[in-house]
DNA sequence: CCACAAAATAGAACATGTTTCACTTCTTTC
DNA sequence: GAAAGAAGTGAAACATGTTCTATTTTGTGG
């Protein structure tokens, strides 16, 4: 959420660019600077490392993603059907763009110290979707109903949260495919979710 | 299980030792070689990359684990308190020398596609071994029932693994603490396999 | 408008993963 | 044991992330 002056916009939207065309890889910073127009020295000004560019990239993606999910009540008639389609939504808005999700959580699980907030806050913004969306709340809005915070549903929404986030790091692995993705989200939320 | 020369051992031990020392960055080549008493070259010729050395260490390191907890019986009463075993074991296994194993993690995750098969190894020999505790036989054995392949215990036994998987990955990048780890199994496997 | 401080720039320099090369040392085969 | 090929070696070269420096541009208070 932090205002990011112009350089800086134009130094993630490259850096996205890049990485939507040919990955991690192809975002070569000398690249990045010369594309966006600016110096390298100014793109070291703004972020601490190609990781962090990327990490930005993640933030404003997933907060484009939140906002489009999270703008209506979660379609569904139980938890089950709700869940499925929050995590469905969100692996196919990132599989739009195969390359740079596999940028992303590259970066995401670089183990960088210097990004354990931004990593700890699309944590939190997802664990938001999805217990919104096994209470049958619409995302965006304050909690209707002042629910215990410590319950049962975070548990659950963590633990979907980490079955989804294990199985999309082995799909950017190559371990195998988008659809498995979402089957082991269903199984987990079958098995967690019992209607 | 590939035989691995001496060169290659030396290799692979000396990253061991100077990830274990001072973590990821820590493992220089020019360094690994030197100390290897090896040329760069001869490196080059064993691994096509620093992310494949760190990964023959993580087979070599998850192996020995293995065969130390799979010797013997899950010890516990039942499913729940073996699956705690074993996920405490590899745990504590791993956290021994915490920064190999956040420099394990990175390759882990790094989404390199020619080490995804080791890394489909090493989620199988976890997947053994869970399947073993929930089952309580002992893993390195060969089940002594010809239980169907496809059962509930798989899925569950695969969840676990996801969620021991992004839990590390998260203590890996100082999002918590290792206790945190131990106590997302612990919880997915209380809803999962209630006793 | 002017002086000056902050920011940006071009470009060199450095660190380290990766590749290449010319040369030497093994190993194998006859 | 000599020739041929494989493997190893030391060193240079290259690619790219990161840092540094000298210079220029920009924006601001007087």
């Known amino acids: 959420m932090d ?28 690249d990045v600077a010369a594309t966006a127009q600016v110096a390298l020295g100014t793109v070291y000004k703004r972020f601490a490392s190609k990781e962090e560019i990327l990490i930005a990239a993640l933030e404003q993606e997933s907060e484009k993603l939140v906002a489009k999910i999270g703008k209506k009540p979660v379609p569904g008639s139980d938890a089950q059907e709700r869940v499925r389609f929050v995590f469905s939504a969100l692996t196919k808005g990132l599989l739009r763009r195969p390359n740079l999700a596999k940028a992303l959580v590259r970066s995401l699980a670089s183990g960088d110290p210097n990004i354990t907030e931004r990593v700890a806050s699309f944590h939190g913004l997802i664990t938001t979707m999805v217990m919104a969306a096994i209470r049958g709340e619409t995302p965006g809005e304050p909690a209707a109903s002042p629910v215990g915070v410590d319950g049962r549903e975070q548990t659950v929404s963590s633990i979907l949260q980490n079955v989804w986030f294990a199985s999309f790091v082995g799909w950017a692995g190559g371990l195998h495919d988008a659809a498995q993705v979402l089957e082991d989200v269903d199984k987990a939320s079958e098995l967690l979710l019992a209607a």
Not at 4 to 29: H, N, W
């Open 3 to 30: 205002v990011m002056d112009d350089r800086a916009k134009r130094i993630v939207e490259t850096a996205v660019a890049l990485a939507e065309r040919d990955g991690y890889q192809a975002v070569r910073l000398r």
